[in-house]
C-alpha cells in the first residue's frame, strides 16, 4: 500500500512538474497593481517611495549628470505607518505583518529602520508582538515609540518604547493607567535636571482626558498619572498642547510642565519637585497646580522675561497674553494690539535681542493677517512698547524654521492657506519678504535640509519654485508633468539634486541641479516602482 | 523511466542504420532525398529566465517558423542540407498595468544532417547559428509614451527530428512536389538581450533616462511541428 502511494505521489509530482514546465507562470508581482504612492519621504540623500501592494520601500538616490538610482527593501507586510527622524537620516517603517496569524511562519508586526543616506540601507529590524498602528519619534533621535494598538483584544494604552541608537535594545512595553483614554499624542522632553539622580527626558503621553509621564531614564518606574481638572461644564478636561522648561540649570527643583486644556481658561502646571525626605529613592515629587489665565489660551510657551521664568498663554478672544509666575502662580495680563494665537521663541535669531528675556514670534492662525514681535524684557506695565506688529495682508497659518548657516538661520518661511504668497521673514532685520505665487493657489513651501532655498509647489501642478534664502531670488520652473512632492536632497560625489515626484504611471521623478534649477537642464525618470520585481 | 525514454531516439537510429545500410543500398532514394525544400511550423520555446516576465505571463514562447533549405550531399541513407529558418512570435501583456509588448525575430541557417529510414520516414539532426532581435515596448503611463528597445543578439538552435512525407510519389526520379510533416525537438540558445528601454517620441518629456528592466535571455528547450514542401 506504501508503494503505491509512493508510486501515486511520484505521479502527481511529475505531472506538477511536467506542467510547471509547460506553463511556467510569472511572481505575483508583476501583476500587483501599482496604485497611487500617498507616501513619500525626503531623507538625507535619498527619497522613499512607499509601495504598499508590494510591501516594499524604493529608495531613490541621486547620481552626477542628474541620474537617479533606484534599490528596494522589503519592509513588513501592511504598512500602517512610516516617519521620517528630525535628522531626516532614518525612515521608520510599521508594519502590521499578516493578520490574524494562521501559521507559526506568518509574519509578525515589525518596526523596520531604513537610513536614508546616499547609500541606504535597512538599519535594524525589531519584531512586535502585537499589531499597532501609531508611531512617535524623538526630535533627539533617541527613541521611537510605537502605539494605538488594533487587533481583538486591545490595549490602547500599550506603548511600546524602542531606545532606535541602542543596538539590541529590546522593544520594552508600558502601559499607562489611564480612566477611559487612550494616547492621542505623545511628546519628549528635552533633558530635564530633577532632584534626585541624574537629568531625565520624559515622554509625555496625552489621552483624550489625561496625561501621563514615562521616566525614559528609569523604565522600570511605573508612568505616573496625571488626572486633569474638570470644566467648568462639569466635563473632563482634554489636553490640547505641551510646554516643558528645565527652569534655572542651577536649580534641580524648577523642571515644569505645563498643559493647555482644550477650551479650558485653565493652564496645568507640574512642577518636579524634590520628593519628601523619607523618599529619597524617588528623583521627584510631581505637584500639580492650576492656573486660570482670563479666557481660553490658544497657545502656551514657557519664556524668560525680566522677572525670571514664566508660562505665556495667549488669550486671542481677548487679545491678552498671560504671563504665569510658576513659582508664585500670580499671573499677570499683557494686552496685546491683536488677537494673536500662535507663539515662538525667537531670540536667538534677533538682532539686539533683550538682556534678559525672550524674543517671540507671535501669529494670528486664522483669526487675522500679520505678526508680530514681542520682547519679554519688560512685561508689566508697558505692553505695546514691548510688541511690534506687522501686517502681511495674509493670515498665516504655518511658521517653518529654516536650519543651516548662519546666513539663513535667521529667516523662517511665513505661510497661509488658500492664498497665493508666502513669506520670508528675516529676523535679524525683522523684516518680511513677500514671494508671491500668481494664479496658484495652495501653494506648499519646503525649505531644504541645508537650509539655502526653499521649494514651493502645488501637488497636482507642473508650477514650482525655488527661493534662495540667501539672496531671496527666485527661480520658477515648470516641468513636463505634474508634481505630488518635492524633496532637494543630497547627491553622490557631492552637491545637491531636487527631486520632484510625479504620481503618474509607474511612479516617475524629473530631476535638477538644486543648487541652480533650470528646466533646460533636467532628466525625467520613469518605472520607479517596475523594477526589481522578484 | 527516463533512460527508457532517452535511449529510444537512439534505438531508432541503430535500428534504422543497420536497415538502410541493408535496404538502401541497392534502391537509391533519388529525389526522395535530393531536393529543395520550403517549411512553415510551430516553434514553441519555454524560456525560464525572469526577463521574459514583464512580457509575458507564461514561459512558453510561441513562433511562426519559416524555412527554406537544399540537399548538398548525399551517400546511401545520409544526406546533407543547408537549411535556413526566419522565426517570428510575440508576446502581450502588463507589468503592473503598463502595457508590455515583445516581438522575438529569430534568423538561422546552418547543416542538417538526414537519415531516411524509409524512402518517405528520416530523422535528422541540425545545429544552425544565427542571431535573434528582441524588440521590446512598454506603454508607460508617466510620460504617456511607448518605451522601446530593440536589440539583435547572437542565437543558435540544435535539434533532433524526424519527418514523414504524407503526400508523396513513389518514383526516387519523380520531382512532383512532396509534403512532409515533421517534429523535432532541441535547445534554442540566444545571447543576453539588455532591457534597457528608452522614449522615442517627440511628444514626450525631454531627456527621459531609460528604463532598466534588467536582461533577457530568450533560450530555452524547444520543439517545433512543421510542414514541409520538397520538390
Known amino acids: 500500500m506504501k508503494r503505491r502511494k509512493t508510486k501515486r505521489d511520484a505521479a502527481v509530482l511529475g505531472t506538477a512538474s511536467l506542467l510547471a514546465f509547460a506553463c511556467g507562470g510569472r511572481p505575483e508581482s508583476f501583476d500587483a497593481p501599482i496604485g497611487e504612492v500617498t507616501t513619500a519621504v525626503g531623507l538625507t540623500g535619498s527619497v522613499a517611495l512607499v509601495d504598499e501592494n508590494l510591501d516594499r520601500v524604493v529608495m531613490l538616490t541621486a547620481t552626477d549628470n542628474l541620474g537617479l538610482d533606484s534599490v528596494a527593501f522589503d519592509v513588513g507586510k501592511n504598512v500602517v505607518a512610516t516617519a521620517q527622524s528630525h535628522d531626516q537620516t532614518r525612515l521608520f517603517v510599521l508594519s502590521n505583518g499578516i493578520q490574524p496569524r494562521r501559521n507559526p511562519d506568518d509574519e509578525l508586526p515589525s518596526l523596520m529602520v531604513l537610513g536614508g543616506s546616499t547609500e541606504p540601507e535597512l538599519v535594524r529590524t525589531y519584531e512586535l508582538d502585537d499589531p499597532l498602528g501609531g508611531l512617535a519619534v524623538d526630535p533627539e533621535g533617541e527613541w521611537v515609540v510605537v502605539f494605538d494598538a488594533g487587533g481583538v483584544v486591545v490595549n490602547p494604552n500599550e506603548l511600546i518604547l524602542i531606545k532606535i541608537d541602542e543596538p539590541g535594545f529590546v522593544p520594552l512595553t508600558k502601559t499607562i493607567r489611564s480612566f477611559g483614554g487612550r494616547p492621542q499624542r505623545l511628546t519628549f522632553t528635552s533633558e530635564l535636571v530633577v532632584p534626585n539622580g541624574a537629568p531625565r527626558r520624559m515622554l509625555v503621553v496625552e489621552t483624550d482626558r489625561d496625561v501621563h509621564l514615562v521616566d525614559l531614564q528609569t523604565l522600570e518606574r511605573d508612568p505616573i498619572t496625571v488626572v486633569l481638572p474638570k470644566t467648568a461644564s462639569g466635563q473632563t478636561a482634554k489636553p490640547a498642547e505641551i510646554a516643558f522648561h528645565d527652569g534655572d540649570p542651577a536649580d534641580p527643583s524648577d523642571a515644569r510642565i505645563a498643559i493647555r486644556l482644550e477650551n479650558d481658561p485653565n493652564v496645568v502646571l507640574l512642577e518636579l519637585g524634590p520628593p519628601p525626605e523619607d523618599e529619597t529613592d524617588r528623583p521627584f515629587k510631581l505637584t500639580v497646580n492650576e492656573n486660570d489665565v482670563v479666557g481660553i489660551p490658544s497657545a502656551i510657551d514657557f519664556v524668560a522675561t525680566d522677572g525670571g521664568l514664566r508660562l505665556a498663554a495667549l488669550v486671542p478672544n481677548n487679545r491678552i497674553a498671560a504671563l504665569i509666575d510658576p513659582r508664585t502662580g500670580v499671573t499677570d495680563v499683557v494686552n496685546l494690539p491683536g488677537a494673536y494665537a500662535r507663539i515662538a521663541r525667537v531670540t536667538d535669531d534677533v538682532a539686539a535681542p533683550p538682556d534678559e528675556g525672550d524674543v517671540a514670534l507671535l501669529w494670528f492662525g486664522n483669526a487675522g493677517d500679520g505678526i508680530a514681535f514681542w520682547s519679554l524684557g519688560r512685561t508689566t506695565g508697558t505692553p505695546f512698547r514691548s510688541v511690534e506688529g506687522f501686517d502681511t495682508d495674509v493670515r498665516i497659518t504655518n511658521v517653518k524654521n529654516v536650519p543651516g548657516p548662519e546666513s539663513t538661520a535667521r529667516r523662517k518661511i511665513l505661510q497661509g492657506s488658500g492664498v497665493q504668497q508666502f513669506f520670508v521673514l528675516d529676523l535679524n532685520e525683522r523684516t518680511t519678504f513677500p514671494m508671491e505665487t500668481p494664479g496658484e493657489v495652495g501653494f506648499d513651501v519646503r525649505v531644504s535640509p541645508d537650509g539655502l532655498r526653499a521649494w514651493a509647489y502645488r501637488p497636482g501642478s507642473p508650477k514650482l519654485g525655488s527661493v534662495n534664502l540667501e539672496t531671496l531670488h527666485p527661480t520658477s520652473l515648470v516641468i513636463e508633468r505634474e508634481v505630488l512632492d518635492v524633496f532637494d536632497i543630497e547627491r553622490i560625489g557631492g552637491g545637491r539634486s531636487v527631486i520632484a515626484v510625479h504620481n503618474a504611471g509607474s511612479t516617475a521623478a524629473t530631476v535638477m541641479d538644486a543648487e541652480a534649477p533650470d528646466t533646460a537642464f533636467t532628466k525625467f525618470h520613469t518605472g520607479f516602482l517596475l523594477g526589481g520585481l522578484r | ?231
Open chain 2, 1 to 231: 523511466m527516463k533512460t527508457r525514454l532517452v535511449s529510444a531516439p537512439v534505438a531508432v537510429f541503430l535500428a534504422s542504420a543497420l536497415y538502410g545500410s541493408a535496404g538502401h543500398a541497392a534502391k537509391p532514394l533519388g529525389t526522395h532525398q535530393s531536393f529543395w525544400n520550403t517549411q512553415v511550423g510551430v516553434r514553441t520555446a519555454y524560456v525560464s529566465d525572469g526577463g521574459l516576465d514583464p512580457f509575458a505571463d507564461s514561459d512558453q514562447l510561441v513562433q511562426l517558423s519559416l524555412g527554406v533549405g537544399r540537399t548538398v550531399v548525399a551517400d546511401g541513407p545520409l544526406s546533407l542540407a543547408i537549411v535556413g529558418f526566419y522565426d517570428f512570435g510575440a508576446r502581450q501583456s502588463d507589468l503592473r498595468g503598463e502595457e508590455t509588448k515583445l516581438g522575438v525575430h529569430r534568423l538561422t541557417a546552418g547543416p542538417e544532417l538526414r537519415y531516411h529510414l524509409l524512402p518517405r520516414l528520416y530523422a535528422f539532426v541540425r545545429a544552425s547559428p544565427g542571431a535573434l532581435r528582441a524588440q521590446t515596448t512598454l506603454d508607460d503611463g508617466a510620460t504617456r509614451t511607448q518605451l522601446e528597445r530593440g536589440q539583435w543578439v547572437p542565437a543558435a538552435d540544435g535539434a533532433l527530428g524526424i519527418a514523414y512525407a504524407i503526400v508523396s510519389k513513389d518514383s526516387a526520379r519523380s520531382h512532383a512536389p512532396r509534403f512532409w510533416l515533421s517534429g523535432e525537438a532541441g535547445y534554442g540558445w540566444a545571447g543576453d538581450a539588455e532591457l534597457m528601454l528608452r522614449s522615442t517620441d517627440p511628444f514626450g518629456p525631454e531627456r527621459v533616462a531609460p528604463l532598466e528592466l534588467g536582461s533577457l535571455s530568450l533560450r530555452g528547450p524547444m520543439f517545433k511541428i512543421a510542414a514541409t514542401a520538397t520538390f
